[in-house]
């Protein structure tokens, strides 16, 4: 979107705020004016966060989407919390006006006024905190019927929807990839969304990838911004890293017996990745197909690579036994944790459709402001296990 069609939107709602919450400190002469010009700033400096890529070069670039994304974040939580606000209110009214004298809406008012800004902070806080820390490891076992006794135990490294871009850069990546590296996983698996950028603006910062270790490698499948920020570079960039990247295609990893292991032998695991959900929409010999993926595959346990939880259902269908996707963020941050369901038939954690299990990663980093509230970030830890 251009920048005054996004200025207006923005001042629009920055007006509506102040308009709910600015008479409401008329008794505080130090909070009024302070709520009015930080507004006034963050209806002009928000945009930024969406644009300063735009209109400047870097290192100013960075400042500006730094300022504008901390004040989005902040904007975000002002907006909800003021409406939630206004609903009370409104319920304040409809009661008073049937029980007349009962309530003291002046107080509630101002009171609410103050609370909101104040509350707004906190969350943006806490959520800045938990968004810039290395993702925590989650552990996860996933029951497979009739697993081969050669793949039990089989461990796959997840890490999904990282945006390296504006405010991620080489040295939050590289905590990832250490935190990744010490898990000592049979292989690593990459669902999409890893850069909002280009080749020419971030191949450096993501260089640190070079450094995955695990037994069977990297691979890695699209994700909705890498179309967005150049997919084909990317896909070029990424295998010159040294991963594998999976277009609607499949490798067939052979894992070594564990020795003393009794009666096993060895057991194919047919890993298969397909492009984003969306991928045709951008590229038309990209569209997903995960039962193109599995063409000329031998039979042994299934195991699929799709960037959104959407993929589930064709994932099914062609047969897989276990699906890794990402793309929710698990919601990012309070309320719209609440709503991503609504997009998605998963928003987090493991559930079961007919006979395929979908793990989907509430995400390794986060997209646009810094601010993760109520869906802490997760490097996945998944441990195949026979029942």
Do not use: C
């Not at 925590?136 to 890490?159: D, K, N």
């Not at 010490?182 to 020419?200: E, N």
């Not at 919601?331 to 006979?355: A, E, M």
């Amino acid at each position: 979107m251009p920048f005054l069609p996004l200025l207006s939107v923005s001042a629009l709602l920055h007006l509506y705020i102040g308009a709910s919450l600015v008479p409401g400190l008329a008794a505080h002469p130090v909070a009024q004016p302070l709520l009015m010009a930080g507004l006034l700033l963050s209806a002009l400096l928000m945009p930024l966060g969406l644009l300063g890529q735009r209109v400047a070069r870097a290192p100013l670039a960075d400042v500006l989407s730094w300022v504008g994304l901390l004040l989005m974040g902040l904007f975000s939580s002002l907006l909800v919390l003021t409406l939630a606000r206004d609903a009370a209110l409104l319920l304040l009214w409809l009661a008073n006006a049937l029980a007349p004298g009962r309530l003291a809406l002046a107080s509630w008012r101002a009171g609410s006024a103050g609370a909101v800004p104040l509350l707004a902070l906190a969350v943006t806080l806490l959520g800045f905190l938990n968004a810039r820390r290395t993702a925590a490891v989650v552990r996860v076992e996933v029951p497979i019927e009739g697993l081969p006794a050669a793949l039990h135990g089989f461990t796959v490294a997840q890490i999904s929807d990282i945006h390296v871009g504006p405010t991620i850069k080489q040295r939050y990546l590289r905590r990832i990839v250490d935190k990744v590296n010490a898990l000592d996983a049979d292989m690593v698996a990459i669902t999409g969304d890893l850069v909002d950028g280009k080749v020419s603006e971030l191949a450096a910062q993501v260089a640190p990838l070079a450094g995955l270790k695990s037994r069977h490698g990297t691979y890695f499948v699209t994700g909705n911004h890498e179309y967005y920020s150049g997919a084909q570079p990317w896909i070029d960039e990424l295998r010159r890293l040294g991963l594998t990247v999976l277009l609607n295609q499949h490798v067939v990893i052979h894992h070594p017996v564990a020795p003393g292991t009794p009666g096993a032998a060895s057991a194919p695991l047919v890993l298969a990745g397909v492009t984003d959900y969306s991928a045709g929409h951008y590229d038309p010999a990209q569209r997903s197909d995960p039962q193109a993926a599995l063409n000329g595959a031998p039979a042994g346990l299934r195991l699929l690579l799709a960037h959104q939880p959407r993929s589930a259902v064709a994932a099914a269908q062609a047969g897989f036994d276990l699906q890794l996707s990402g793309h929710t963020h698990g919601g990012q941050f309070w309320p719209w944790n609440l709503l991503v369901r609504f997009q998605q038939p998963f928003t987090q954690g493991l559930h079961r459709l007919q006979k395929l299990w979908v793990y989907t990663s509430r995400g390794t980093g986060y997209w646009g402001p810094p601010k993760r509230f109520g869906a802490p970030s997760e490097i996945t830890e998944l441990r195949l296990v026979a029942v």
